[in-house]
Nanobody, 116 residues
Framework: QVQLVESGGGLVQAGGSLRLSCAAS????????VGWFRQAPGKEREFVAR????????SYLDSVKGRFIISRDNAKNTSYLQMNSLKPEDTAVYYC?????????WGRGTQVTVSS
């Protein structure tokens, strides 16, 4: 069993930065890929970024490439999402997930609001 808790969200002006953290309990975390997702009001949840178990492979939603960086520290059981050059359209609740290809474990999310 893995429990995930996101933090680091908040209100930021367009062009600003935030770093989200996803703290995990459970030894299995280091064996799982981690995904970050977001859901804006009235929209479906969408994939944002993914990092494999070792941190050696990453992938991103096209609209965040070059602005967001996903990373992880397995010694701290934590994944990070560094978000730079934020835009109002990045406003959403951000979730981290882990636990296989279907992401069996999810956090409760952290709100990110970008003002114009």
């Amino acid at each position: 069993q893995v429990q995930l808790v996101e933090s680091g969200g908040g209100l930021v002006q367009a062009g600003g930065s935030l770093r989200l953290s996803c703290a995990a309990s459970g030894r299995a975390f280091s064996t799982y890929a981690v995904g970050w997702f977001r859901q804006a009001p009235g929209k479906e949840r969408e994939f944002v970024a993914r990092i494999n178990w070792s941190g050696g492979t990453t992938s991103y939603l096209d609209s965040v490439k070059g602005r967001f960086i996903i990373s992880r520290d397995n010694a701290k059981n934590t994944s990070y999402l560094q978000m730079n050059s934020l835009k109002p359209e990045d406003t959403a609740v951000y979730y981290c997930a882990a636990g296989g290809a279907r992401y069996a474990y999810w956090g409760r999310g952290t709100q990110v609001t970008v003002s114009s």
